[in-house]
């Protein structure tokens, strides 16, 4: 057995008497709670609504290195532009006087260049190799329940040219972060993956990718931590914090108080809403996305698949299909938009063979935290020396939730971080 499986077998009992409050319950929030229960605090964890009821449940389930790569990179604006002349574009930017957006948006901007996207993409990928590796052994040593597969995950393309250009992408990832994507010919594709259609010209695959069940996998694991002790507290907002000295000491809550001794911050999207308490901004955007659930059809694909020239995504379990998609900066609106629903099945039917059911098991839409360098911020919160923000995984929270959590729990522990933590500073914006 490996020192990393002593670390994710046994809790560790120096810091019993140390209490951590997490406020926010999805897959982030659960990933901290998980790695400060393993070095011995105690725990609990705060969710203004339900535990893994957010961005985390709704998502894809992709547990994905290859997703190195920042929205920002050269050629995003001139793609984006002209994907919302289409009617049915999968971006939609609504800043109306959103002051923030605005500011968001122009410095998204001008990080849509070669340097700043290599910088990124060398922040973004330890976080997702490294929880590559803690996901194996998470559910390997806890049981997690989340139909935890290793079947790769492809770009299927139905254009030629579009195809082709991918190749100086999958050069990048092959070259600056040993990503290599295997090339399918046409008839290779059909051969592998005999769910699509003809017309298709060939995929790029990435056999080392995984997915998973995300409304699953918090279920069983948040049933793990409270088996080992941690105590969960739901449907309480996070109204205030209180301080003594520099150090925050109590959080106030929507109708209770909690005294501890640290406090983490993993409140996704809506972490910038805090900003009066934490007395202190993250640029986060909300980027709202919809996804569909169906059972599987009668020819399903094996395999996970992302449709670039749609930016549609299909992801197959065990007894159902999911389909997701979409892109709006239009603040928190909560409406599910029926036409956007729509446009995920119609693409999905472009390109699978067999009927889709007409029926959903369920239809979602839930925000992703956006940073314009698609970074995370963790880091203790300059404004207070106990409190850490662990927020702004933009589309890869579940991918990279299992690092965060680690990195988290060391610097609460005063331990040396196993990745260099500098890439995600809350004061580098």
């Known amino acids: 057995m490996t020192d990393s499986d002593d670390s ?61 790569l920042p929205l920002a990179e050269p050629g995003a604006l001139t793609k984006t532009f002209k994907a919302m002349l289409k009617p049915n574009s999968p971006m939609r ?89 295997k090339r399918f010919t046409k008839a290779e594709l059909l051969d592998f993956e005999p769910s699509l259609r003809e017309h298709v010209v060939g995929a790029w695959y990435f056999e080392h990718d995984a997915h998973l069940r995300p409304d699953r996998l918090l279920e069983s694991w948040r049933d793990s931590l409270l088996e080992r002790g941690v105590e969960f507290v739901e449907q309480q907002a996070l109204t205030g914090i209180n301080e003594q000295d520099g150090a925050a000491d109590r959080v106030l809550l929507s109708s209770q108080t ?36 169906m059972p599987r059809p009668q020819v399903c694909p094996e395999t996970p698949m992302i449709f670039p020239e749609h930016k549609v995504a299909v992801t197959p379990w065990q007894s159902e299909l999911r389909l997701g998609s979409m892109m709006e900066f239009i603040g928190f609106d909560s409406r599910i938009d029926p036409k956007r629903l729509r446009l995920l099945t119609e693409v999905a039917r472009r390109y699978l063979k067999s009927e889709l059911p007409t029926e959903f098991s369920e239809t979602w839409c839930g925000w992703r935290p956006m940073t314009y360098d698609s970074t995370p911020v963790i880091d203790r919160c300059p404004s207070f020396s106990n409190v850490y923000i662990a927020a702004g995984h933009n589309m890869l929270g579940l991918s990279m939730a299992p690092a965060t959590g680690k990195l988290i729990g060391e610097m609460i522990s005063g331990k040396p971080t196993h990745l260099a933590v500098e890439p995600y500073r809350a004061d580098r914006f």
């Open 8 to 68: 994710v077998r046994q809790s560790e009992p120096l810091a019993e008497s140390r209490h951590v409050v997490v406020i926010g319950g999805g897959v982030v929030g659960i990933a901290c709670a998980h790695y400060l229960n393993l070095g011995g605090f105690r725990v609990t964890v705060v969710d203004k609504s339900r535990i893994g009821s957010g961005c985390s449940h709704g998502n894809c389930g992709y547990i994905s290195p290859s997703h190195a």
């Open 258 to 293: 909690i005294d501890a001794d640290e406090f983490v911050i993993a409140t996704g999207a809506w972490t910038p809403q805090l900003e009066k308490i934490l007395r202190y901004q993250i640029p986060i955007q909300p980027g709202k996305g919809y996804s569909v659930t």
């Open 93 to 181: 930017i609504r800043p109306g006087l959103n002051v923030s957006l605005w500011k968001w948006l122009l410095k998204f901007s001008l990080r849509c260049n070669a340097n700043d996207c290599n910088q990124s993409g060398r922040a973004i990928h330890p976080l997702l190799t490294s929880a590559m590796q803690l996901y194996e052994e998470l559910v390997d040593s806890f049981h997690l329940n989340c139909e935890w597969t290793r079947q790769g995950l492809m770009f299927v393309y139905e254009n030629q040219s579009a195809f082709d250009s991918y190749a100086s992408t999958d050069e990048l990832l092959r070259r600056d972060f040993n990503e290599p994507a």
